[in-house]
């Protein structure tokens, strides 16, 4: 008796959740029922551990520059967008697998990347910096030659570490996401973290009680970010040009910017 109890009230609660769920179903990632391209919602992906271009606030919402400038580029382009923070690598998993569709994550267009996605135009210039200790001997990337170097795996910061010193340079420290690349170098267990100047700076003014020294190499090169999908989706990056081109004449690219870094 008790047995049965049980089994129908699971029978009910099921039927009902189930009702519930496809009631409210419109507002996954699918596009609804007999709906066109126009009630499609694309997934877009980001590493939200990258202050204060993707930032996860403590309530679970993501924030930050990139997020504004997206939200903005969709707007202006008609298409509606739901955000996942898929941490960095799996951003680019998702994206081959088709579970994400768009990615924007401070990305700097490579040749590398483009050999298997398709990049927007710019829409933010950046460059890489080194971040060591105030009274560090440390002046320029050739100094850091034999010294433990801190940078967030598969980005351009570890590529000019390789470039400099090979790519299989036993200093070089990659960490999955970059908090904890500049956690190990407050804790000393890294003599520098290399990384996107926005972040870089970011994390020194925050830090108010220690100095640093912020260097950026003659040998570093002028990157642009771009926004991210599977080669061959056209469809998308159409839309997201159209809107990134938008946002780029009437002045919010240059309003959120502004927001974030401040007029210059
Ligand atoms: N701009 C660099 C790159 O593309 C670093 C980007 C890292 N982004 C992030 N959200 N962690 O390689």
Known sequence: MKLRKKWWTSLILTVGVGLLVSACGSGGNQSATGGGTADKVYVVGTDAAYPPFQVLEADGKITGHDIDV?????????FKVEWKNTGWDPLFDGLDRGTVDIGISSITITDDRKKKYDFSEPYFEANQLILVAEDSPVNTLADLKGKKIGVQGATTGGEVVKKAFGDTYQGLKEYDDMPSAVDDFFNGRVEAVIGDN???????????????????????????YGIMVKKGNTEIMNKINEGLKKIKENGKLEEIRNQYFGKE
């Open 70 to 78: 997206l939200n903005a580029v969709a707007e202006a382009a008609g």
């Open 198 to 224: 926005g972040v870089i700076q970011y994390y020194v003014k925050k830090i108010q009680d220690k100095k640093f020294k912020l260097i950026k190499d003659d040998s570093f090169e002028k990157e642009n």
